[in-house]
């Protein structure tokens, strides 16, 4: 296609979208209004832009969680992926939103019995069908937290120097730069501008108040600002603590197997969203993720596969369940009930615990080990099942192996030349 594009693909379920064009252009789906044609179906979407500096391409939960979606984009620099869901992940999130109190009616079901979606807050409150006020509290208590101590905004991770400080006066935040000059000022926003990451909290595409609003935004939905006093601030184990919260995008980023996701506009502040880019792209592809099952890790059962390797061992994550970023990937005895030994292919990548399989500082060399890592979409953890039984990774051009064939509990498994032996067979089970 050509570039200098940006749209949505849709995908819809047992019927087709409906769509209109009025004398202002067409007309989307906005199944959040009870009366929209396309309300009782089934369907979701992700977004891309396509120019000359590449393809992005998201998953968006923005206004709602649906179909749950793998994005894949290849490259000559890599394939890179998201959007995974945990095992049963579209069935925790209806389930644990509807936990929530208050938030039930945000999940909207068909007289059939079936989930459409789980709306997100702000859709949802527009529709009558969540509290108008939910977030307000919060917001309150966060404001006033600057009436005696400053909020730092350093809004580009690249630009550590360029800071912006905020106080609040009455329900007014003044914002000043480095030299006390007021760059900014913003009155204190509504839940429905804290959902929606405008009106009070509407972004400019300047240098300087957009940045700023944006990064509001983003601590307001995470419930960071007013404990976190540089902002973006803290990390995803910091999301989420506030009391209100917002329960839509804290659940959401709980059932990605690799944490991230598009649950609101700024979501990609402190890279949280579920996003892929490829600057020479040559393809790419979404897929639809099993509405029972998934992809595994990072939940509380073990659906998912298991990969046998030299001596029926099965490829496991050192740590017992609880291996994270660093943990080695070695062979050990099949275990039923083991987590990190139910791994998925999402896309080229291998997953289990919510990360991925790596080869350790990205290496290319023979003996280069395996590792637990967060999930980057790099080179490093790109894999090809062959039909000779062995995994190989592209950019080393060499295969899993179990140095020297051997299959003791414990073997840290490596890449090397891929030769065809039994130290380099596996398959599914």
């Given at each position: 296609?050509?570039?200098?594009?940006?749209?949505?693909?849709?995908?819809?379920?047992?019927?087709?979208?409906k769509?209109?064009?009025t004398?202002?252009?067409?007309?989307?789906?906005a199944?959040?209004?009870?009366?929209?044609?396309?309300?009782?179906?089934?369907?979701?979407?992700?977004?891309?832009?396509?120019?000359?500096?590449?393809?992005?391409?998201?998953?968006?939960?923005?206004?709602?969680?649906?179909?749950?979606?793998?994005?894949?984009?290849?490259?000559?620099?890599?394939t890179?992926?998201?959007?995974?869901?945990?095992?049963?992940?579209?069935?925790?999130?209806i389930?644990?939103?509807?936990?929530?109190?208050?938030?039930?009616?945000?999940?909207?079901?068909?007289?059939d019995?079936?989930?459409?979606?789980?709306?997100?807050?702000?859709?949802?409150?527009?529709?009558?069908?969540?509290s108008?006020?939910?977030?307000?509290?919060?917001?309150?208590?966060?404001?006033?937290?600057?009436?005696?101590?400053?909020?730092?905004?350093v809004?580009?991770?690249?630009?550590?120097?360029t800071?912006?400080?905020?106080?609040?006066?009455?329900?007014?935040?003044?914002?000043?730069?480095?030299?006390?000059?007021?760059?900014?000022?913003?009155?204190?926003?509504?839940?429905?501008?804290?959902w929606?990451?405008?009106?009070?909290?509407?972004?400019p595409?300047?240098?300087?108040?957009?940045?700023?609003?944006?990064?509001?935004?983003?601590?307001?939905?995470?419930?960071?600002?007013?404990?976190?006093?540089?902002?973006?601030?803290?990390?995803?184990?910091?999301?989420?603590?506030?009391?209100?919260?917002?329960?839509?995008?804290?659940?959401?980023?709980?059932?990605?197997?690799?944490?991230?996701?598009?649950?609101?506009?700024?979501?990609?502040?402190?890279?949280?969203?579920?996003?892929?880019?490829?600057?020479?792209p040559?393809?790419?592809?979404?897929?639809?993720?099993?509405?029972?099952?998934?992809?595994?890790?990072?939940?509380?059962?073990?659906?998912?596969?298991?990969?046998?390797?030299?001596?029926?061992?099965?490829?496991?994550?050192?740590?017992?369940?609880?291996?994270?970023?660093?943990?080695?990937?070695?062979?050990w005895?099949?275990?039923?009930?083991?987590?990190?030994?139910?791994?998925?292919?999402?896309?080229?990548?291998?997953?289990?615990?919510?990360?991925?399989?790596d080869?350790?500082?990205?290496?290319?060399?023979?003996?280069?080990?395996?590792?637990l890592?967060?999930?980057?979409?790099?080179?490093?953890?790109?894999?090809?099942?062959?039909?000779?039984?062995?995994?190989?990774?592209?950019?080393?051009?060499?295969?899993?192996?179990?140095?020297?064939?051997?299959?003791?509990?414990?073997?840290?498994?490596?890449?090397?030349?891929?030769?065809?032996?039994?130290?380099?067979?596996?398959?599914?089970?």
């Amino acid at each position: 296609m050509p570039r200098n594009f940006s749209g949505r693909l849709y995908m819809s379920l047992g019927t087709k979208l409906k769509f209109f064009l009025t004398p202002d252009g067409l007309v989307q789906p906005a199944p959040w209004a009870s009366g929209d044609p396309n309300h009782d179906i089934l369907f979701d979407w992700s977004e891309f832009t396509y120019n000359d500096s590449g393809l992005w391409l998201n998953s968006s939960q923005v206004d709602m969680f649906a179909v749950p979606h793998v994005v894949t984009v290849s490259g000559s620099d890599g394939t890179r992926s998201t959007g995974a869901v945990v095992a049963n992940g579209r069935q925790n999130v209806i389930d644990q939103v509807r936990a929530q109190s208050g938030w039930a009616n945000t999940v909207v079901t068909r007289s059939d019995g079936t989930v459409l979606r789980v709306l997100s807050p702000g859709k949802a409150a527009g529709a009558g069908l969540f509290s108008s006020t939910y977030l307000d509290s919060y917001i309150t208590s966060a404001w006033n937290a600057y009436t005696g101590k400053t909020l730092t905004v350093v809004p580009f991770g690249d630009q550590p120097n360029t800071k912006y400080f905020g106080r609040t006066s009455g329900s007014t935040m003044v914002f000043t730069n480095s030299s006390g000059a007021q760059v900014a000022t913003f009155n204190k926003p509504s839940s429905a501008n804290v959902w929606g990451c405008d009106g009070n909290l509407a972004a400019p595409n300047d240098l300087v108040v957009g940045p700023i609003a944006r990064t509001l935004c983003a601590a307001l939905n995470r419930g960071t600002l007013g404990t976190i006093d540089t902002q973006p601030g803290g990390t995803a184990a910091d999301f989420y603590k506030s009391n209100p919260t917002n329960q839509y995008a804290r659940i959401i980023h709980a059932n990605m197997a690799d944490g991230k996701a598009y649950a609101f506009a700024f979501d990609d502040v402190q890279n949280q969203e579920s996003l892929v880019y490829s600057s020479n792209p040559s393809s790419a592809g979404i897929t639809l993720s099993p509405f029972t099952g998934g992809s595994g890790g990072g939940g509380g059962t073990t659906t998912g596969t298991t990969v046998i390797g030299p001596g029926g061992k099965c490829v496991d994550v050192a740590g017992d369940d609880t291996g994270g970023d660093g943990a080695a990937v070695q062979l050990w005895d099949c275990q039923a009930a083991a987590k990190d030994q139910h791994w998925a292919w999402t896309g080229q990548s291998l997953t289990t615990l919510g990360m991925c399989l790596d080869v350790a500082g990205g290496g290319t060399a023979n003996g280069s080990v395996l590792q637990l890592h967060n999930c980057t979409g790099n080179a490093a953890q790109t894999w090809v099942a062959n039909s000779n039984g062995s995994i190989s990774n592209p950019q080393s051009g060499r295969c899993i192996d179990a140095p020297s064939g051997n299959t003791a509990n414990g073997t840290r498994l490596q890449i090397y030349d891929c030769n065809g032996t039994a130290a380099q067979k596996f398959a599914k089970s």
